[in-house]
């Protein structure tokens, strides 16, 4: 888990693309916390948990 908050950490301020189990998601990671990750969209603030994270793009 820690290479992918570390892969996470330099894109802080990018706009990436992420698959859940249940949706993707596409926003400006804003921040990258222990276990989640803040990802702004048009529209809100979603928290996600880095244990939900399927696969990602940037």
Known sequence: MWQLRLILKSL???TIEISTEYSSLT???IE???DYIVL???AH???VPLTSIKSLSY
């Open 12 to 14: 802080e301020g990018s």
């Open 27 to 29: 926003g400006i990671l």
């Open 32 to 34: 990258v916390e222990e």
């Open 40 to 42: 702004r969209t048009a």
């Open 45 to 47: 603030l979603l928290y």
